[in-house]
């Protein structure tokens, strides 16, 4: 029996940063996958990030993972959405070669120290009193293990749809995982089914490109990781085709034949992403609507006809498809397939993403009900974090909701569970005017370096940015200007609307009409700053108003964070507590008050009686503590 200190069984996308965190944290690792050359494939769209999306990848890099990193190497274009609107609503996001990122992905891993990888099928989950002790795997080997995450992707059960024909596997031309989905349930884990689907790919050569919309990436393209340097990549357009009233009634007429409408399908699929018959369906008012054509390459020999999900038959595909404009003689080279598997619901799981019920096994990707990459990835880098966290007896990193779009999509799978899969929106963080792209390298970075997966040269870049824009903010708040004839002349050179009272700098930089070229020519400190400072000083000036508000909401919310539940606290007998209050706290066990407090039916009433029997219960155990002592 081989020893490792944690094992990761699936190579996508969470078991990268899983198996990566904990690797270079410092402990033996195992990486147990079913296909090698797999490693980081791109299962749906060749793309990462998007809006909020791009939020996530943002927030591992800061915290040292590899999704950032590995899409500037292998990006084709890059976008910013949303950029007309405020900064904290928008979302980078990148098409991404997908051949390449796997081969970049897998060299990663196999260059890692501390960090094995075998090509196995998990079968069987080891434990002993309600803790890992290990796997088993189809070739009858047995790996002991103090820790087990789990990142098996659509693989628990996998069952593919198109038309009538139903296939057992994970991904087209890979075997689904059977067995260690009985494991699982059979350890107690409340499990359910849910459905995701994917779009057909095109041969290029085949497509009539001039008569679709192109679409480039931006002029001067940024990197999604704040380790990436030299950053000039090659980019290549997408196109937009529209579906028209031909390919509703192909699909319209093939309704009897569609998975999703005849029963075969059991699972629930993504309410924000519903395949194009589901759209013709709902949305039967509508007479077009958009399809994405994404390169999969740099060299653009296939497309993803992103907006086109579908498991309708094979020859439902090619006609559907050959009604829109400019795919009149598209040949379709991978057709597109729904495809169900089994997930963990998420309220089985700590914030931690460690289960409630078996001690050391972590869960992390679209095994606890989330659809998407960078959903997966952030989850992945979590538990890895946290799994070499408790074998170190450390207390888990638990973001919190004001600190990252990570706590908000965590705490919001643990408290709340779901019942489609999951995917993250701007709108579900309520301090997302503090939890911007721009600045996730400020709100974690500490946390990454501390872990030991930021290096000392990336936190001192970190810590530069944070010293400038202290600065910088002193400057422009404690500087007024008068409308003297000096300070109107130089109002003037800078195209800015002059002043008839006195006025603090910060409120001339937080004008819409500030830039940051002005913003340099303003004091000589500011002449030679690197553009992200100005960046934050600029958003800090602009957004002041606002950002204070929420910075004042969270210090209200924070006297409750601080009180944690103490393990061991039982909220059975508590006068005042509805039996229904308390099912809910013993089901998802919330580890402070405030995460009390978000669960649904959680009454303000509910916590202000909790917060005085947990009160009560610590002074009873610091008391039997001074006891024992003497």
């Known amino acids: 029996m081989d020893n490792y200190d944690v094992v990761v069984i699936g190579g996508g996308h969470a078991g990268i940063e899983a198996c990566t965190a904990a690797a270079k944290m410092g402990k033996k690792t195992l990486l ?26 943002k927030e591992i890099d800061a915290l040292g993972g590899a999704m950032g990193l590995a899409t500037d190497a ?73 820790k087990l995450i789990i990142t098996t992707g659509t693989f628990l059960n996998g069952l593919i749809h198109v038309g009538f024909n139903k296939l057992e596997a994970g991904r087209v031309g890979e075997l689904s995982s059977t067995n260690l989905s009985s494991s699982l349930a059979g350890l107690g884990l409340k499990m359910g089914r849910l459905k995701t689907g994917t779009c057909p790919r095109i041969d290029a050569k085949t497509i009539d490109f ?32 529209y579906t028209n009233d031909i390919t509703h009634e192909t699909i319209r007429s093939n309704f009897d034949k569609a998975p999703l409408f005849t029963g075969q399908i059991e699972g629930v699929g993504p309410r924000y992403c519903p395949s194009i018959e589901d759209k ?59 495809i169900e598997y089994d997930y963990v619901e998420p309220t089985e799981l700590k914030h931690s993403l460690e289960t409630k019920k078996i001690k050391g096994l972590y869960l992390a990707g679209q095994i606890n009900g989330t659809t998407g990459y960078e959903e997966a990835g952030a ?62 390298i400020l709100r974690l970075g500490s946390y990454g370096r501390e ?8 936190y001192e870049k970190i810590e530069s940015i944070r010293a400038n824009l202290a600065k910088g903010l002193e400057i422009l708040e404690s500087r007024e200007l008068t409308p003297s004839k000096e300070n109107l002349a130089m109002l003037a050179s800078l195209n800015e609307d002059i002043i008839s009272e006195k006025i603090t700098l910060q409120k001339i930089v937080a004008r819409k009409s500030f830039n940051e070229e002005k913003l340099r020519k303003l004091d000589e400190f500011f002449e030679i700053l690197d553009e992200a400072s100005l960046e934050q000083i600029l958003i800090e000036c602009k957004y002041k108003h606002y950002i ?21 606290f039982s909220f059975r007998g508590i006068s005042g507590l509805s039996n229904e209050v308390v099912e809910k706290l013993e089901k998802f066990a919330p580890p402070t008050l405030f995460a009390a407090s978000e669960i649904s039916g959680i009454t303000p009433a509910a916590i202000d009686i909790l917060h005085i029997y947990i009160k009560q219960f610590c002074q009873s155990q610091n008391k039997m503590r001074i006891g024992n002592k003497n």
């Open 379 to 440: 989850q992945g880098l979590m538990a890895g974090i946290n799994a070499v966290l408790s074998l170190e007896e450390k207390e888990p990193l638990v973001l919190r909701r004001d600190e990252a779009y990570i706590g908000v999509m965590i705490d919001d799978l643990v408290t709340k569970g779901t019942k489609e899969p999951y995917r993250m929106f701007t709108s579900r963080a309520e301090y997302r005017l503090l939890l911007r792209e721009d600045n996730a």
């Open 280 to 338: 013709i369906n709902r949305f039967a008012d509508k007479e077009r609507h958009h399809l994405f054509i994404e390169p999969q390459t740099l060299e653009a020999t296939e497309y993803y006809i992103n907006g086109f999900s579908t498991s309708l038959p094979y020859e439902v595909q090619v006609k559907m498809l050959r009604s829109v404009k400019g795919f009149e003689k598209a040949r379709i080279v991978r057709h597109g397939y729904a």
């Open 451 to 458: 872990l030991g997966l930021i290096d000392a040269k990336t």
């Open 74 to 146: 292998t990006g084709i274009q890059f976008r910013v959405l949303n950029e007309s609107k405020g900064p904290a609503v928008r979302g980078s996001r990148a098409q991404i070669d997908m051949d390449r990122y796997r081969v970049y992905m897998r060299n990663l891993l196999l260059n890692t120290p501390n960090l094995e990888i075998s090509q196995e099928i998990a079968t069987e989950i080891l434990t002993q009193n309600g803790e890992i002790t290990g796997v088993k795997t189809h070739l009858d080997n047995t790996y002991h293990a103090k």
């Open 548 to 568: 204070n508000e929420q910075k004042n909401q969270i210090d209200k919310m924070k006297d409750m964070m601080s009180v944690k539940i103490p393990e061991g």
């Open 210 to 241: 001039s008569v679709l919309e192109k679409q480039g990436g931006d002029e001067n393209p940024k990197p999604f990781s704040f380790r990436t340097e030299n950053f000039n990549p090659t980019q290549l357009p997408c196109y937009i085709a």
């Open 32 to 57: 147990i996958t079913i296909l090698a050359e797999q490693i980081g494939a791109a299962s749906c769209n060749p793309a990462i990030g998007g809006l909020a999306k791009g939020h996530l990848v």
